[in-house]
């Protein structure tokens, strides 16, 4: 952790920040549907941008991580959107085992 050996606060992000965070990145890595996979995002992005909030000299940095999460989050949207669309597959287990079989 090199990014943060300078951080002060480091034991809290440690202790609450950081076991919350890697909850989040498995629910992205085990979600077979579509709203548990946006939940792990938008939990994940967010808590990514905790950090920032206790830097009180560069707010603009939480609000710019913020904005860049929504994105992100409407942009996860719009491609699942895309693939229920498209595909008329709303799993995404099923979208895998259709793209093995060579059936998209």
């Not at 480091?10 to 979600?31: I, K």
């Not at 904005?67 to 895309?82: K, P, Y």
Request: net charge positive; proline share 4%; charged share 20%.
């Amino acid at each position: 952790m090199g990014s943060m050996s300078e951080d002060p606060h480091r034991s809290r992000f440690l202790r609450h920040t950081f076991p919350l965070l890697r909850f989040a990145m498995l629910s992205l890595v085990v979600a077979d549907n579509s709203p548990a996979l946006f939940a792990g995002n938008a939990l994940a992005g967010v808590l990514s941008a905790v950090g920032f909030w206790y830097n009180t000299k560069k707010p603009h940095d939480a609000r710019s991580s913020l904005v860049t999460n929504r994105v992100g989050d409407f942009r996860l949207r719009f491609g699942d959107h895309g693939c229920v669309f498209f595909f008329r597959i709303g799993r995404v287990r099923t979208l895998l085992s259709a793209i093995r079989e060579n059936a998209v």
